[in-house]
């Protein structure tokens, strides 16, 4: 096997009997044979030892705004430099992203970015935030965690958007160089997960403690599909959950769907439904809920959750008014949870 220049030694792997090799750094645990890859596709087996294919090999590169990650109180209106490598340790039948995230860095034309290019290209675009994203970050693990930790020694700040499947040594080790990550929360059943996306629920739940435990700024994304997530028992109960677990000033961003991938025969999440949901978690006791992928609802302004004054006013992804001053409402001094200078 040709590994070629864009390989790295991956970490987290562990040698098992005839030039097999486990890896661990998400919860398949993929047991690799001599000449195999892994589920998420950039990792493969030569001679024995587990190499990541993805390291300094982006395939998609954009500077978005903050909001399109979306990350709602981690400085607003900021632009952040984004980038993604193929590959993803999930199977969602409803990707979004599939052209790249069910396929192998060795198959998409790529960037040739190193990670201290990666830092000085977001400083020559004058941002100061780098977002790893657009497909799972967590399979291009060593990529992320040397771009990380070279961005945080410039003075860069760091984003993890994932979908939260990865085992716990790997992000207490990866907690340091992130400053916020958002997390996409499936649904709250197992059975569901293992069907719509090819995962378990409680790895991310575990994920969610974790970066609470280390003070990670978390936001939580729920994308709700028609006759999968969309029972609002099932709402209830996940609400019910990240209250009991402290998460109340956590926000937690509804998304509508719409077709794509192997879900093309289902219509888009219906506007009652999102605004039905909204109002579960409200009233469960989580205090900035939001309501994405409908910009005709106003559904993506932050409310102050004393006064409930509109605090922050979005259009699409453009912050058009932001009343918050040093943490705190302009209407009633009230703080708001929150990373916003």
């Known amino acids: ?34 000449g195999g890859m892994g589920i998420c596709k950039t990792r493969v087996n030569k001679g024995g030892v587990l190499y990541s294919i993805s390291y300094g090999n982006p395939c998609s590169i954009s500077i978005d705004p903050i909001e399109k990650k979306p990350l709602f109180h981690f400085f607003p209106g900021e632009r952040i430099y984004s980038l993604a490598t193929a590959g993803c340790n999930f199977r969602c039948l409803n990707c979004q992203n599939w052209q790249i995230s069910q396929t192998s860095p060795q198959e998409l034309e790529h960037y040739d970015l190193m990670p201290e290019e990666v830092v000085e290209q977001a400083i020559v675009h004058n941002t100061k935030l780098i ?9 291009f693990y060593e990529y992320m965690y040397d771009t990380a930790k ?5 003075g860069l700040k760091t984003v993890f958007i994932s979908n939260g499947y990865i085992n716990q040594q790997p992000l207490i080790d990866l907690c340091p160089y992130i400053d916020a990550a958002n997390i996409d929360l499936k649904c709250f059943d197992d059975a569901i997960y293992r069907k719509l996306d090819g995962g378990r629920l409680q790895p991310v739940l575990d994920t969610l403690k974790t970066l609470k435990e280390k003070n990670v700024w ?15 028992e099932m709402i209830e ?6 209250v009991e677990n402290g998460f109340t ?16 025969n289902l219509p888009p999440t219906s506007e009652s439904l999102l605004i039905q949901a909204k109002s579960i978690a409200i009233k469960a006791g989580l205090k900035f809920v939001y309501i994405g992928n409908i910009p005709s609802i106003n559904g993506e302004d932050t409310h102050c959750p004393a006064c409930k004054q509109t605090i922050i006013e979005r259009n699409y992804f453009t912050v058009t008014r932001n009343s918050i001053n040093k943490g705190k409402c302009n209407f009633c001094g009230e703080p708001i949870a929150g990373i916003w200078e």
């Open 1 to 34: 096997m040709n590994l070629g220049k864009w390989h790295k030694r991956s970490l987290y792997q562990e040698k098992a009997e005839e030039n097999s090799a486990c890896c661990h750094i998400c919860p398949h645990n993929c047991l690799i044979h001599e």
């Open 131 to 139: 977002a790893f994203t657009y497909t799972e970050p967590t399979v």
């Open 150 to 154: 070279i961005a945080h020694e410039k």
């Open 218 to 232: 978390l936001e939580i994304t729920n994308l709700l599909v028609p006759t999968y997530t969309d029972n609002t």
């Open 237 to 242: 109960k996940m609400c019910h959950w990240l």
């Open 249 to 264: 000033e956590t926000p937690l961003h509804f998304s509508r769907f719409f077709p794509d991938y192997k879900l093309t």
